[in-house]
């Protein structure tokens, strides 16, 4: 019996883990503000250690099952208890990890998604055509060599300027947009109409 008591606090626990753990980080996302401490993949692991335990469980039972035939009875009886509930734990992990799991993977991959626009979409327009110093048309063109992909080697050739002055207007450029990044600039230029869209590989 005390290892059928085993069974059922384990249970008990699984549940209680989704009730205290799982559902709250669920309902975080939905909220659009995911706690950071945890993940489905966290809660996957969490699940095959519950099976395990299960599993040995039974395994115990059947290995130190008595010759005593009054215990005998008593575990086989337990034993039953395990077996017939098994269809319904069955059914539950099958509906976590091919409905549930799936799902709260995508939630987290398209909140994952939201944060990075957000992010691109709060430099753009910190960096955006309001500033107090606008771009001159010389570092809009450096701007476009390097969404182009281009060195500064290759930028000051092209624009028949020196190298240092190719970084001076970089420098320049970072400095008046808070953009510090060829990815950064590269979404300003598409935003601000400097390049297209299908001229940039991205």
């Known amino acids: 019996m005390k290892l059928?008591?085993?069974?059922?606090?384990?249970?008990?626990?699984?549940?209680?883990?989704?009730?205290?753990?799982?559902f709250p980080y669920v309902q975080s996302l939905l909220d659009g503000f995911p706690l950071t401490n945890y993940n489905i993949h966290t809660f996957s692991k969490h699940h095959e250690q519950t099976d395990k335990k299960l599993r040995e469980l039974k395994l115990m039972i059947?290995?130190?099952?008595?010759?005593?035939?009054?215990?005998?009875?008593?575990?086989?009886?337990?034993?039953?208890?395990?077996?017939?509930?098994?269809?319904?734990?069955?059914?539950?992990?099958?509906?976590?990890?091919?409905?549930?799991?799936?799902?709260?993977k995508r939630l987290e991959r398209q909140t994952?998604?939201?944060?990075?626009?957000?992010?691109?979409?709060?430099?753009?327009?910190?960096?955006?055509?309001?500033?107090s110093e606008a771009l001159s048309d010389r570092e809009k063109e450096v701007i476009i060599g390097v969404v182009q992909g281009l060195l500064n080697k290759e930028i000051a050739d092209r624009l028949c300027i020196s190298l240092n002055t190719v970084i001076t207007h970089r420098r320049n450029i970072a400095r008046k947009l808070q953009i510090h990044s060829p990815a950064g600039l590269t979404i300003y230029a598409i935003v601000n109409g400097l390049v297209d869209i299908s001229s940039v590989k991205l």
């Open 4 to 22: 059928y008591e085993e069974y059922a606090q384990e249970i008990r626990r699984h549940m209680k883990y989704e009730e205290k753990t799982l």
């Open 62 to 104: 059947i290995k130190y099952l008595p010759a005593d035939a009054h215990h005998n009875n008593q575990l086989t009886a337990t034993l039953y208890d395990i077996y017939n509930s098994e269809e319904w734990l069955r059914h539950h992990a099958e509906v976590e990890d091919h409905i549930f799991t799936p799902a709260i």
């Open 112 to 131: 994952r998604q939201d944060d990075v626009s957000k992010n691109i979409s709060e430099m753009v327009f910190k960096g955006g055509t309001d500033n």
